[in-house]
């Protein structure tokens, strides 16, 4: 093994013989293992030593530190570093779990086909142990594990405050080792440091630095970077850039916070590359106006008309439709459509707070009916006296519900009479979609408007048309000729068109039984594909798991006319079938959906999903497994179809509570393998939140 150099203190660096590296091995061992005999109760937190790194994830330059990001907190930036330019994002879904992904560009440099070189990677550190009175905080993280691997590495790095200094020590294979990780490109994900530890040990190296962080507003930094940039022949930059060891190992840096919300570095890196960056910072969900909506009282109508109807206006302009209100007696029944609030226990609360102001005291019975599209989602059954306890504080809402009944089970509802009816809704998002695979350039993007409009007849109907304007679109028509099965691979041709008709399709809900909901979709049901659809849907165990079956018939629409259909295509006929099921797990706000069956292509597999709700946030992301045996090209065999999503609540935006929803998407436009057509909504998003488990957990909005 080669001597090794390594910073431990602001000092000259030194050079150690073999004897002594394994002494320091011994030592970092002994090191981990007294912080686990040392842990005690008294727990340190990352801040304010959670910056990025020059790639992304939370670190120092070109070394990772055991920080990780705040729960629930997202962060974008951009890094230039010459040869490298990274434009990052780092999420921290969960506590101690960061997860960071960047899209890299190599300066001079180009793949063969495209007009510059670019790698994408996903990184993942993971917090096992947090910083104590006397201990330090320990991290494990595993870089590139997946993909082309041009950097990848496991690490486990320690850090340890003495404010205002923050010390990491690290030790870490691949680009931190002693020799680089020299797998070819690969659709499966390799972590040597389970697969091959020994090789791992043998192979990894010491990595250090301190951050100094007088203020809250700025911060310095220096790091010992073992990467030989000269040996990383995996890295379209070494033999233009790294011909030669580079000049220096110690990157120095300072780090200026302006705002709670954004920072920037600059660094002097190598002992020959100046450096910049700059990165903003966000917790996710909260909202960037404070919400508030108006909640009318009968009282503000007029007092000569009977109760019901002045109530039916207080629901209405509070933001519901399709009302009806019976009074039997002493028993007030209501049943409204929710048109305007996020979660339903929030609707229900408003009316309930309506009805607080009615002097309820005197009514022994109110059963309050939410319903979708006019199928009853769930019933409330409580009493006046308990819904003024309540509202006059003499009753906390888990004593409320308590005494309170609230069922989903409810599938018909008493034949009232309904006022303010909403046959027909329309709504309107603005779209930009990124394009990064593109053989003539790095990003080429569309900007435009989707639009739809929505007419409901009768229960659980629904004719809908979608279009969608692109004025700027530099989508290019690529790939045509690709794949043996182009299921997908030829969206671009449909991309391209500036005007289109999304959809213009028939779609009918119906509730089956208590806990039975069944869908039947026909018409043009996405961009490129035409025919009927079908599911059937239910949850089980309260709604810990939602159980269904899906498939379609469909057949492929030409992209430059909208009622026609291809009759050249590869197959006449494209049928899919699948069983599907959802694991909610409300303790951590998260759910992971199996999808199994057969794809648009006729490949057989399973499509993995799991999803993260923060505060009304969603973020998703997804892996294929499927049988590519059946194509014949060179894009598909071995590919495993993958992305992420976010779908964000205009209400973050608002300053008002709304249901609509924006939601992006990165992934491989251009692949064949695992695909699914476009549903315009599938039942177990239908379903929702409005199962026990949830309802449960959700039951602080009703006040």
């Known amino acids: ?55 992304g994830g939370t670190g120092l330059m070109e070394i990772p530190t055991a920080r990780i990001m705040k729960e629930n907190s997202f962060r974008v930036g951009f890094t230039n570093i010459k040869p490298y330019s990274y434009y990052f994002g780092a999420i921290s879904p969960i506590k101690r779990l960061e997860i960071d992904g960047r899209v890299t560009t190599f300066s001079n440099t180009t793949f063969k086909g495209q007009s510059s070189t670019k790698d994408k990677t996903v990184d993942l550190k993971y917090q096992f142990l947090s910083e104590g009175k006397y201990t330090a905080a320990l991290a494990l993280g595993i870089m590139d594990p997946h993909g082309t691997r041009i950097s990848p590495s496991q690490y486990i790095v320690a850090s340890k405050q003495i404010y205002p200094f923050d010390f990491t020590l690290g030790f870490g294979n691949g680009r931190f080792g002693s020799r680089p990780i020299l797998n070819t490109q690969t659709e499966s994900v390799t972590v040597e440091l389970f697969t091959d530890p020994a090789a791992w040990l043998r192979d990894s190296q010491f990595f250090g630095g301190i951050q100094f962080a007088p203020s809250d507003k700025f911060a310095f930094m220096i790091e010992y970077s073992p990467i030989k940039f000269h040996e990383q022949i995996a890295d379209p930059a070494q033999p233009i850039f790294f011909t030669e060891p580079v000049p220096s190992k110690f990157n120095y840096g300072a780090r200026f916070k302006p705002a709670k919300w954004i920072e920037m570095d600059l660094s002097y890196q190598r002992g020959e590359q100046f450096g910049f960056s700059v990165s903003t910072a966000f917790d996710i969900g909260n909202p960037l106006v404070p919400i508030h909506d108006p909640i009318y009282s009968i009282n503000s109508f007029d007092r000569n008309s009977p109760f019901a109807t002045r109530l039916i206006k207080a629901i209405h302009y509070s933001g519901f439709s399709s009302i009806g209100v019976n009074r039997i007696g002493n028993d007030l029944w209501i049943e409204a459509e929710n048109d305007k609030y996020f979660y339903s226990l929030r609707a229900i609360g408003v009316i309930l707070k309506i009805l607080s102001r009615s002097n309820p005291e005197n009514l022994n019975s109110v059963h309050i009916i939410l319903k979708e599209n006019e199928i009853p989602i769930m019933e409330l059954t409580t009493t006046g006296i308990d819904i003024y306890e309540l509202f006059q504080e003499r009753m906390t809402i888990n004593g409320f519900m308590y005494i309170s009944s609230l069922d989903t089970s409810i599938q018909a509802t008493p034949d009232l009479p309904v006022f303010f009816k909403k046959s027909f809704t329309y709504g309107y ?164 959906d199996l999808k199994a069956g057969r794809f648009l292509a006729g490949d057989n597999g399973v499509r993995v999903t799991v999803s993260k709700f923060i505060k009304g946030v969603t973020l998703q992301a997804w892996y294929s497994f499927s049988d590519t045996s059946i194509f014949d090209d060179n894009i598909n065999p071995g590919y495993h179809d993958k992305g992420i999503s976010v779908s964000i609540p205009l209400r973050l935006f608002k300053g008002s509570d709304s249901r609509t929803l924006y939601n992006y998407s990165i992934s491989s436009w251009t692949r064949d393998t695992a695909q699914d057509i476009e549903h315009f909504e599938n039942l177990f998003d239908f379903i929702g939140r409005n199962v026990t488990i949830y309802l449960h957990k959700d039951r602080k909005m009703l006040n």
């Open 1 to 55: 093994m080669n001597n090794i150099s390594i910073l431990f203190s602001l000092c000259p660096f030194v050079t150690f013989s073999l004897r002594t590296y394994r002494i320091l091995l011994f030592a970092f061992i002994i090191f981990l293992t007294t912080n686990y005999l040392l842990l005690t109760a008294v727990i340190a937190g990352d801040a304010p030593f959670t910056y990025p790194s020059n790639w």
């Open 429 to 592: 998002t603005p779209n930009f979609q990124m394009y990064l695979n593109s053989r003539e350039g790095f990003l080429k993007y569309r900007l435009g408007l989707s639009g739809w409009g929505m007419y409901q007849p009768w229960k659980g109907s629904s004719f809908i048309a979608g279009v969608q304007w692109y004025p700027v679109n530099t989508v290019p028509v690529e790939g045509l000729d690709d794949s043996t099965i182009p299921v997908r691979s030829d969206l671009t041709l449909y991309l391209n068109n500036k005007l289109a008709l999304e959809r213009l399709m028939f779609d009918q809900i119906i509730k089956l039984s208590p806990y039975i909901y069944s869908k039947f979709s026909a018409g043009l049901l996405e961009i490129q594909y035409a025919g009927i659809d079908g599911e059937i849907a239910t949850p089980i165990l309260d709604g810990r798991v939602l159980l269904g079956v899906s498939g379609s018939a469909v057949k492929k629409r030409l992209h430059d006319s909208p009622f026609k259909f291809q009759e050249d295509n590869v197959k006449d006929l494209y049928t899919t079938v699948f069983i599907n099921s959802r694991l909610n797990l409300p303790e951590i706000e998260a759910s992971i």
